[in-house]
């Protein structure tokens, strides 16, 4: 079945494929054909927050950019600079952050899925959404000026725009 130039039967192959419902569909068919008619957003599956589905997240993300659409990521992080330090997890202050390495200096005290910005994966640090981040909240306009990863980082792979 194709939507489009998406096929949903490659969309489906990037989804868990364990039909738990989770995401408010009745099995993860349902929700690639959502996918691929842009009425889904890829988070709506917890599961593909997940460590072990980050390359298959990343996929979705490249095949459905032309149905998602524009997302302002205001974030970018330069995969050759980063050493996955996590210096950046450990210093923004949305308590919104993961590694598989160093656990969060404090713990979180929202759930990571809905709150995670960043996580570190393979030895890299990875965006993960910025729902939560500070700069795109509602708050005082110091709050939302924060470039706290961005100064931290100790390789310069941070650039905020
Ligand atoms: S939450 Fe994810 S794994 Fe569960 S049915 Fe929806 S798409 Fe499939
Ligand atoms: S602080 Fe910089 S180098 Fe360290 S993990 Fe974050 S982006 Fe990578
Ligand atoms: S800009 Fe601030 S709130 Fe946003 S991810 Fe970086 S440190 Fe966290």
Redesign the pocket.
Known sequence: MKMGSISVMKVYQLTPKTNCKECGRSSCMAFAVDLAKGNAKIEECPYLLEPKFIQQKQELEDYLAPVLGDHETHIE?DEE?????????LACPVEARYSDNVMSGKCPKYPLETHLI?Q?YDG??KLVKLDHCRRLEEGDAEARNCSI?ES????E??KIF
């Not at 931290?152 to 390789?155: L, R």
């Open positions: 992080i600079k980063c050493d996955g330090c996590s210096v950046c997890i960043f570190i890299k640090a990863c931290y980082c100790p390789q792979a941070i």
